[in-house]
């Protein structure tokens, strides 16, 4: 195996780049060195051996080790820029390469002559179109434009749902939520008794119905349903500030806003949205109207680009956020080492509540299933408590594709993700 530059690959690869991940280099931002944090050291045995020492046992390891956001780059590569890959086009060792990048227009790869498999890939190039915007991706993939699309509006993938001649339709379980994000470290969002009583008040009925005609949004807590210890939907319906009746919710949240010392509302709070024409245009504003008719909280939307929202994010530049946390997997010690512990890497409201920490420690710790999904319940019924978000909830993506694209078991799939490419063909 050799990366696209011509260097073989070895295990040595393999340690510098979980390295970078796990002790990124001085000024590099590693947003996944919080789920590794159970590792001790990583070391090469030879040139194609690798062994990874835990400080304690971990269940869900071998499957974070599948994790392709944990890229593998060349440590020759990575050498030469000291670990900030950001203006680099680093080589790879897959069955496409880089060929050319036109800004906001499309990246173009294509076949690796010395790919490992001399019999793949069977496409000559792949082409990755830049299409912002849900509704232009399916009508794209309808009007013949696109061969396939990861992500439409709901309305498109209905269409090609119905054309069962020409199209293939597939819903795929996602780690992705989306979520209103509140910076703990400022402001009336650092009362967790507010940060509770928008988690009572705000109808996430109402979000998801606002939203359906983009992305299907699920009703659940803080594990994803593709999880088994997730709570049942059923019972996720007849919990605080899940249930669609808000009667009593508003009214125990009226009332922890008066504690808080906030009993006439809130004024002008941050609220930073990416400029994603579904998210500026339809869920953020039905957000900001339903903190306004429940509670009285007043924010204004401020737009970013997306691709930059990140920045005001890590430097806490905001009183509230609405963004999509992903991960590829469920486990609730992934998500929460990433995201909810104290100090963890992606946790950039600064949410610090000593319960959940314990929580997720024993979580982790715990080696038969009963134990876990203890704990399990418990780290969530500690964050319905006292949450570091407003969760309106983990999502389908709606997968649609020509019928002539063959070889990626589209309708098979059960999970968001591309997994091998080199064996699509087109049937002409």
Known sequence: VKFHDGVVFSADDVVASFQRIIAPPEGIVSVNKGIFSAVDKVEALDSMTVR?????????????????????????????????????????????????????ERWIMERNPNYWDAELPYLDQIELIHVPAWTDRGTGVLSGQLDMSWNISRETWDEGAKRK???????????????????????????????RAIHLAVSRQDLITAFETQEM???????????????????????????ANKKDDIAEAKKLMAEAGYANGIKGLDFCVASVAAHAEILGPAFQDQLKQTLNIDCNIRITERALQIEDEQKGNFDIVLDTPGHTM????????????????????????????????????????????QAASQAQDA??????????????????????????????????????????????
């Open 217 to 243: 949004i699920n009703l659940t807590r803080w594990i994803p349903y593709g999880n088994p210890l997730a709570t049942p939907s059923d019972e996720i319906s007849r919990l605080p500030g899940y249930r």
């Open 165 to 195: 001649a020409q199209f293939g339709a597939n819903r795929l379980g996602n780690y992705g939520c989306y979520a209103v994000m509140f910076n703990t470290k400022r402001g009336p969002l650092a009362d967790p008794r507010v940060r």
């Open 52 to 104: 990874f020492t835990l400080k304690a046992p971990r269940a869900y390891f071998m499957d974070l080790l599948a994790d392709p956001a944990n890229i593998v780059y060349s440590k020759k590569v990575l050498d030469e820029n000291k670990g900030d890959l950001k203006k680099v086009m680093a080589p790879g060792t897959g069955a496409f390469q880089f060929k050319e990048h036109r800004p906001a």
């Open 383 to 428: 964050l319905d408590a006292d949450p570091p978000w407003f969760l309106v909830g983990y999502t389908f993506h709606l997968l649609m594709w020509r019928n002539a694209l063959k070889g990626l078991a589209f309708d098979y799939r059960a999970f968001s993700q591309w997994g091998r490419v080199e064996t699509a063909w087109i049937d002409s």
């Open 330 to 373: 469920g486990d609730l010690a992934v998500i929460g080492n990433a995201v909810f512990r104290t100090g963890a890497s992606r946790n950039y409201g600064g949410y610090s509540n000593a319960t959940v920490d314990s929580l997720l420690t024993q979580y982790e710790a715990a080696t038969t299933l009963d134990e876990r999904a």
